[in-house]
């Protein structure tokens, strides 16, 4: 069956672009996570929706980092003013219900030159 | 200090080894307890829930001390398939999950 995907696989930002990266859940996911994971380390939550609603946002860096999803399905996170530092790998998780098993999409590895 | 500290490793064990993991987390609101793993450049997949009881799942055992705020992983026997990077997680019921940093570990034959 049809996991969570994610795209693109990979992208490469020059400082200062703005870029923006796709989340498809498992069809019928109530819940859709974002976390960053950097080089070496776990992932860090970034934001929650809960069908379009998004719920906690508290794990967002800065306001150049804005998340949607309109009509609670497709998720988009977006990257404004891309800095060196927000290099990473950006994970979309869903999950049926809230609290529920979270299943993990491949990521989008974003490179900021 | 981090939140969730596990021991990065890595762990070179033989297989048929017997290797465990642990780790510690500050927040004493966490309600759920997971053992993660990720191969390399792959997504994180769920291992198993942890109960204060203690859980096994072939040769997998995960225990959860919530007095000391501590998980522990055991693998019994080894595969070569095991070589992946584990990682702790807990929650708070606020629905993120919040990740160690991973420990390492390599079976070799």
């Known amino acids: 069956g049809a996991g969570v995907s994610q795209s693109p696989r990979y992208k490469v930002a020059k400082r200062g672009q703005d870029v923006a990266l796709r989340c498809d859940p498992i069809?019928?996911?109530?819940?859709l996570f974002w976390y960053q994971q950097a080089l070496g380390q776990g992932p860090e939550f970034l934001t929650y929706f809960q069908n379009e609603a998004q719920l906690d946002k508290s794990g967002l860096p800065s306001d150049r980092f804005f998340a949607e999803r309109p009509e609670g399905s497709v998720s988009t996170l977006k990257i404004q003013r891309t800095q060196q530092e927000d290099s990473a790998v950006y994970l979309c998780a869903s999950s049926l219900v809230g609290d529920g098993e979270q299943f993990f999409g491949p990521g989008t590895r974003l490179t900021v030159l | 200090r981090k939140e969730v500290e596990q021991d990065p490793g890595p762990f070179n064990v033989p297989e048929g080894a017997t290797v465990a993991f642990n780790c510690t987390y500050s927040?004493?609101?966490?309600?759920?307890f997971f053992w993660y793993r990720q191969d390399c450049r792959k997504e994180p997949k769920l291992l198993m829930s942890v109960y204060s009881s203690g859980n096994e799942d072939g040769r997998f055992t995960a225990q959860l001390n919530r007095a000391s705020q501590y998980i522990s992983l055991l693998i019994r026997d080894s595969k070569l398939s095991d070589s992946a990077t584990y990682l702790c997680v807990v929650s708070t019921g606020r629905r993120a999950l919040t990740f160690g940093s991973g420990t390492r570990l390599q079976v070799q034959p």
């Open positions: 069809s019928g996911h109530v819940s």
């Open positions: 927040n004493s609101a966490s309600q759920s």
